[in-house]
């Protein structure tokens, strides 16, 4: 400043309350702001992502429907494909059992129903049955001539071999139509 000079020197400024208010308010509005959009993104990511999980949830249940169903109609084709094996059995062992029934009997019976009985069931026995018997009605089987006629137990060569290609027929039948091992009782053979 200089003597003749009257005005006077410019002085500092500080800033105001009100600015720095403004100021503050400015800074604390981005930082809301920032706040907001971080947690707006994580909800819509939570939400996308619960969507993905019924998503999921919802094929899951679809593809084990379909599975069920695939399976359900693959048992229906096997029963299909089982239906003669299982009928042309179910009636060689009512007349197994008809022979054996008469065999285990004979104080009962005649000559005549004896003998007719004893052939059927070397019948059954060397051929016809063992073309469709189960592992348990084979040893049945095996025990009941054991003790009913016992000449069955060392049978003929031709005897032999008829037994040896009836059971050969069985698992060949089995293999051709795709049958359940275990259905058939045809297992550890």
Partial sequence: MTDGDTTPAPAKKTPSTLDSISKLIQVVSVVIGVVLSVLSFN????TEAAAREKEAATRA??????????KGDAERRQAEAAKPFLELRQRLYLETVQAAGVLATPESRTEEELKKARTRFRELYVAELSMVEGVGVEKGMIELARAVDPVLSNLTADQRAAYTLSHALRD??????RLDEELVDNRGR
């Avoid at 909800?43 to 939570?46: D, E, S, V, Y």
């Avoid at 249940?61 to 695939?70: F, G, M, N, P």
């Fill in 61 to 70: 249940l679809e593809v084990q429907k379909y599975y069920d169903q695939s």
């Fill in 43 to 46: 909800a819509a990511r939570k």
């Fill in 172 to 177: 060949s039948l089995v293999k051709s139509w």
